[in-house]
């Protein structure tokens, strides 16, 4: 099956203004005047100047702050009763779980080794059965070696888990 050139060239048109129409009207202006982070007139409620600065003008005078993203705020009632305390960051306190991290790190090693082990281990005992059926020595020293190459990377992802859980349950990171 051709394509023509000139259908060819329509397609691509057709997805270049596909593209800019998606671009251009897509309803993602919660704030006409920026992002929540813009400079807007504090105490103001149109949509054209979001309120971004300090909110206890609005909160005086009976408005409602808007709603807006991940600012300096306060967290609890929004109404007449809500503190605006200026200069602490809320959606900064986040406690890291340092374990979750260790865990993931342990669990990246320990998939390497199982990789290791089986991808070791695997051609080493198939080599020494090759070298049993030739009748050479050290065949069976082969075959014991591929064998705990296996089973070593086989085991080590469980013990990894099991070590990580005991860790957890003794609260040894918290």
């Known amino acids: 099956m051709r394509i023509s050139a000139t259908s060819l060239l329509s397609q691509i048109s057709l997805a270049a203004a596909l593209v800019a ?6 309803p993602c202006y919660a704030q006409l005047g920026g992002d929540a982070f813009s400079s807007g007139s504090a105490g103001t409620q149109d949509r054209s100047t979001p309120i971004t600065g300090s909110q206890t003008n609005t909160v005086g005078s009976g408005q409602s702050p808007m709603l807006q993203g991940a600012t300096n705020g306060t967290i609890g009632p929004q109404s007449g009763d809500a503190t605006v305390v200026q200069g602490v960051n809320t ?12 865990e993931a790190l342990l669990n990246i090693i320990a998939n390497g080794m199982e990789i290791l082990g089986i991808a070791w281990g695997g051609p080493t005992m198939i080599m020494g059965f090759m070298h049993m059926a030739a009748g050479t020595q050290d065949a069976m020293k082969r075959i014991l070696f591929g064998a705990a190459g296996v089973t070593g990377g086989l085991a ?4 990894i888990n099991w070590l990580v859980a005991s860790a957890r349950d003794a609260n040894l990171f918290s």
Request: charged share 5%.
């Open 21 to 26: 129409g998606l671009s251009l009207a897509s």
């Open 91 to 102: 959606a900064g306190t986040v406690r890291v779980n340092n374990l979750a991290n260790l």
């Open 156 to 159: 080590t992802p469980g013990c």
